[in-house]
Every structure is written in C-alpha cells, then in structure tokens.
C-alpha cells in the first residue's frame, strides 16, 4: 500500500515534469477524432460495386461464377453503392419466407468490388483495411490474392492488405460474403452493413486495437491513469521506439480539448517483425468523472518517435469512473448506486435494415434516455462501435455480450459450426476494441446458450475475457431456472445473469457458492404489444395478428411490466434488468412465429414444452404475415407504445408523468365498457368522462404500478386523468374522441441536416382531425414526395404486419401515424420540401435546411 502511495507521488512529479517540458498546447487541429485508431484512418465506404449470386430475392438461384476475386471480373452489370449496405432490407417480403428472420430474402452470396488508389508516396507504408462488420463468412482479396477470413458477421476486423497492394496503381479489392452458410433467429441483415476504414501507417506503428486504459485508483484528487500500448515493427530491424501520450479532455463534438497531462515516456526495443507491450502512467489531478449525468471523456493521443521522428499518432478516447458489483446492495457507478434500468436491443434499425447508421441510433438513444433507461444489452452480439460511442457520449452503461451460442447451437448453422476455431479470436476483437470504452461495464459471454450448464466451457470463456480485461466482470445470461447454478458453472462468472425466471432467487441466495455473486436480470418482461391496438378480452388477434396494448399479454416465459416491478421490488438486492426490448425490430414475431427455438425457454419443463409445441404446430398452419416483433416498448418506426409510459414513470419517478390508455374513439361501444389504465409516477388519481368524476383510485407502492378503472361505461367525449403524489397534484392527461380524419400534420425531428449522405431527418405524419386531435385506428394511405437537394431513404408505420417494402414512398397509416425518413443529396446545399398527400386530406410540407 505504501509502496503505491509512493510510486504515485513519483508518477506526479514526473509527469509534472514532463508536461512542462512539452508545454501546454492543445491538438494541432480542432477537427474531431472519427474513432479510437491511427490518425490516417479514412473512410471507404464510397463507390463500391455489388452483385448477388445463389439464393435472389425472389427466391431463384443464380449461379455464382467462379473466381470472382479475379482483377479481370467483368463488372457490367454490378450495382454501383455506398456502404453501410444491407442487401435484404429491400426484400421483398415473402410470405414463405420465416417470421423470424423478417421474411425478408437474407440469404444468398454477395460480392462486392472496390476500385481504389493509393498514391506513389504512400510507398512503404503499411496500409490496412478495417471492416466494423460484414454479415457473414466474410472473405478478403485484393488483386485477386486471397488475403484472409472473418466468419463471424457481427465482430469488427482488420486485414492487412500490404503485401499485395501496388502503390501509385489501381487495386481491387474484393469481398465475398455468404449467408446462406448461416443461421439466426432474428433478422440479421447481410452485406458489408458496418464502415469500413482505410488505415495508412508506418512500418512502426501502435497495433490495431493497440491501446489499453485503465484507471485503478481513482479519488476526488487524483486519478491513477495506466495505459497499455502495443506497438507493431513491420520492418526486418530492431528498432528502438519512443512512446508518448498526451491526456486532454474530449467534447461533446468529439474534439481535443485542454491538454491536462501526459504519460510517462517509454523507450522500447522491437525486433524486426515483431511487436511489444509498454506501460506508462501518470496521475491526473482533480479527474472529471464520467458518469450517467455528466459523461465526462477524454482522450489519449499516443506518438510513436523512432531517430527522433514522429512515426504514427494515435487517439484513444476513454473515460475515468469507478464500477462496483455488490450482492447485497447492487451496483455502484462511482460510488453510488445505481439501479440498472436497462433495455436489450437487436442491431438492426427498422426500415434501414441492419445498415448502420448513427443518426437513427442516436435517435433511438434519445428516446431510451427520455424514457429513463440507463443500460443497454447488446442481444445477443458485438454491438456497431457507434453505439458504444454514443452510449459513451450521452452517458449509458452497456452490456457487451458476445453469443447467442458455443459449441452447440441453436439452429443448424448457429455460432456452433465456427466455435471451435474462432470463439477466442472473437472474444479478443470484441474486448481489445470495447476496453477502453467508459461506457462498457460488463462482459456477457453468451446468452441462453444450450452449453449454460458446462462448467469448463463457461470457465474457459469467461477466464479469456478476465485476462485481457480484468477490470469489468464477466456474465451470461441464463433461460434455465436453475441457471448454471446447480452444475456450477456459474461459479467461473462474476455476475449471475438470469433472464426471465427469478423464482429460484431465494434458494441461491443463500447457497454458499453464490451469495456473494451479484445477480441482475439480463432480460425480463418479454411483454408483446401493437401500438395503438386495444382489444377486450383476448389480447390476441389471430386475423389482424396484432396484440392487445393493454399490456397483459406475453409468452409463457415473460410477465408484464407490472409483474416485473413487483418481482425486482422483492429482490432488491439486484442489479437491476434488461427488458426485452426497446425497439421491435426485425424477426422474431412471438407469439406469431413458430421458430422451434423457442422451446429452449422451457428446457427443464417438458409439459411447458409440449403446450407450446402444439401451439407452434397450429400457428405454422395459419401462416401469419408477421415479420417483426411486437416486444418493443417503441415499435419498429419509433412511435412510443403504452408501455413507454409505464417504464418512463417507474424509472423517472420525479418526473411527473401521466398517460390513458386506450383512445377514446369507440363508436362501436357507446354504452359498453371500455377499461381505462393510467400509468403514472404519481401514486393516485381521479378520472373523470366529461367532467363526472369516475373515482379516485391509490397505488399500493412496489404492488401497483398502473391505476385501473375497469368499469368505464363508454361515452364519446374527454376522458382526463388528475394525478397526485403525497396528496398533491402531480400530472394530468387527456384524451378525446375525435372527429373525421381532416387533414395531415407533419413534425420533423429536426429542421436542418449535413449533406453527408448519413445524416437522417425522422419525419412524423399525424393523421388528425379538424382541431388537430390524432384520429386513432385511421389508415390512410400517405403518398411522399419531396422537392429540392433531398432524398426519400424509407417510410415505416409501425405494424408488424405490413408487406409494403420499406422503400415505397406511400404507406398506409398505422393507427394514425406513418414516418418518413430524408435526407440530403450528398454535397448539396440549399433546402429541400417534404411532402405528405392523401386522397380528401388536406396536405402537409415541412423544409429542412442543409447545413
Ligand atoms: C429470450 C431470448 C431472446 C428472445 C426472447 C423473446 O429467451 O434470449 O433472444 O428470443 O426470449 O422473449
């Protein structure tokens, strides 16, 4: 202990020495550092070629020709596109095609092409090509020589296309991918639907991935800052390299700041083709902590020096908190507790297909944020680095989880056919990329995995993960009641990951071996909702084959979200929980969708098991047109269910909040009843129909956490909800009944947008009636178009049924509301018009300026 206390202060003196040796000045330029790496990273997403081969889109085969690598390939006929692109998410949707991958065309074999330059001077340099994730069996070549293999389509890798590169002349480099040699239970996308960056250094370089931060002791004073650096010799010498870094702190905007201290300088031998780790540190004074509220970041900019000549710069963002996993009081950010509010998101992003793209990530952020979730999970892979940087940037933990299975899979051509030869390879480019993300705070090596139960598996994995990060602990999430518990597997983790069936809790927290774990619920609810859809009585509707919004109806595995916030009020020495899920996405349309996998929810119950079964058995005879889910607390569009209300008042108790549910459009009902449900962060209310009090009604704290009126007798009207908490007014709502459709009302998220081809406007239609109330249960069809230096990029409304191609520039109303989301033409300038028209309403526009 004294020992470091000294060495501490040593480091001080230092690196105070060392700061005023090299002064004060900031980065040389104020430009935005694009992402952790070397300083010439660009982007090569542009001007690449496609072409598809084996299974279409229309289901016919067409043969893919041989040696399509070849330089002298006759492109012709190939698409011209810019990456991130998701080959699928044009579809068509094909009824034949499974509800659990979207119904969308997804596999097939694609190859893409891309001509490029690299000039003369260059020469000598090495030059690599990093892929943020290409949807599957990715295969490399360049000039037609094979350069090498990344299976696995959700993790980021690096090729190094040095060998065969020719300065100074043209090269091509070409891609193949193959999804017909992979399975899902979601909707994965296929093609290159990540960034991909071009990456020039010199022969003495920090390797890819190449730095590693961490904090270990950190006060209100001072912060203890270690960092890793790996650095890479390419040339056929030793060489003997300086290495510095420079801490500055990080904006908003991604820009270098002021410079507030360096590391200790490292001198390191290399031999020739060969590589080696140095370790420096410092102390920062007075750290600014990053943490949910105020995510304060920073940046290491590390130079590699060899004769005394800068050789490569590097950045490496990273962020200074303290995390604490305890089993009895829950999780601690920085010293404080903090309940795990979290949600579980699949990658893809509705309309857009599983393309990346950061405007609509962003999007999603903001509205979890709003609604008060703290967390994010991963499920069930490496996440785009975007999210990670966004999660960093808007203040998120996140739950990076690896698998969806080992060694044995879920479905046929599963994780299981590549295990073996790549888990640790994964493993690795999933830790060395995240672990200086602030933001990740718990490495998930699987989820419901058939191998939960096997001890050495679970400790192998979870030991890989320990060693190249041993400061964040390792989960997994467990379907099985008993977990990995009883077999012992669960002993290798540090924190217990149980999804969905909390009943065994008491027991295990008190056996020996786990009272000390830390539990958190890695996914729960599972509650199946469409928006805007109310039915009484059964909450399933097997001829719309929508769900009931009234929040009673999940699979046999799930609860509702009042049943979940009365399971963790019981246990409230948890960490906290996943729900399942945020956002609807793509596939998986339970309990519209016969994936088999679904029995694995009851592997230890075989009358459970059987139930379902036959229910799968009946439902694949009906053939629902189901193709996305109906988990989300936002649907597919990103228009809030209900239930966002209900998560927003529990999570965000001090905001006052209050929202009716159903609409009060009910003709068909005039003097029949129609339940009325409040969700509120008050703990009472009145409800009144025009202006008669229904009756004031009390929650009962950690029982209820909706009020219920279940005997309203309808009458068209206003119905208004008053809530109150300790006795004062606290929050209102009202809802109307409205009259015809009249007119289209048009809210853009934003007003002004880049030209860059990624930036996105999310545009709302409202179908509303005269006053501007929006008429619930109205479709109308709603035709797009736009004038100006814009483009249509999709439309979407939210209903899970909905064969329309994401593409069409009209689209029906879902229950009152369609999105369309533009952008603008890359490059331009000025403004463009969007339009929305329907047939007998009135028309709405709204201008978006380029900015
Ligand atoms: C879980 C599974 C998730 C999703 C969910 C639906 O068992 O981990 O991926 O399938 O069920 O309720």
Redesign the pocket.
Known sequence: MNMNKKMFSLNNCLSLVVCLMMGFSGFSQNTAIKRMGSTDTQSFDDNWLFSRYGLQADGLIKEEPKNLEAVSTNETNWEKLNLPHDWAIKGPFRIELRGETGKLPWKGIGWYRKHFTVPASDSGKEIFVDFDGAMANAKIYLNGNYVGTWPYGYNSFRMNLTPFLKFGQENILAVRLDTENWDS?WYPGAGIYRHVWLVKTNPVHVGHWGTYITTPNITKEAADIRMIVKVDNATNQTVKAVVTTDLYEMDINDVAKLKVGSLIPRTVEINANGNKEVEAHSVLNNPKLWDLKTPNRYVAQTKVTVDGKVVDTYNTPFGIRTIEFTARNGFLLNGKRVEIFGTCNHHDLGALGAAINTSALKRQLVMLKEMGCNSLRT??NPPAPELLELADKMGFLVWDEAFDAWKNGKKKLDYNVIYDEWHEKDLLALVHRDRNNPSVFIWSIG??VPDQQNVAMTKHLADIMRREDPTRPVSN?Y?DPDGGRSSGAVVALDIMGV??FFSQQPKWDVDPRYEKKPTLGS?TA?TVSSRGEYFFGDPYNKTSWQISSYDDAF?G??CSPDTQFRTNAQFPHLLGEYV?TGFDYLG?P?PYNSDETNLL?FRTDPSKQAELEAKLAELQKSNPPSRSSY?GIIDLAGFPKDRYYSYKSHWRPDVPTAHILPHWNWNERVGQIVPVHVYTSGDEGELFLNGKSIGRKKMEAGKDFRLVWDNVVYTPGELKVVCYKKGKQWATDVVKTTDVATKLKMTADRTEVFADDVDLVFVTVDITDKSGLVVPRSNESVKFSLEGAGEIVATDNGDATSFVPFQSHERPAYNGKVLVIVKAKKGQKGQFTVKAESAGLQTASTVIRIK
């Open positions: 239970r499920s069930h989820n419901e999430g379907n999804n969905y996914e599972s699979p595995w799930g399942w998986e339970t929810n988990f």
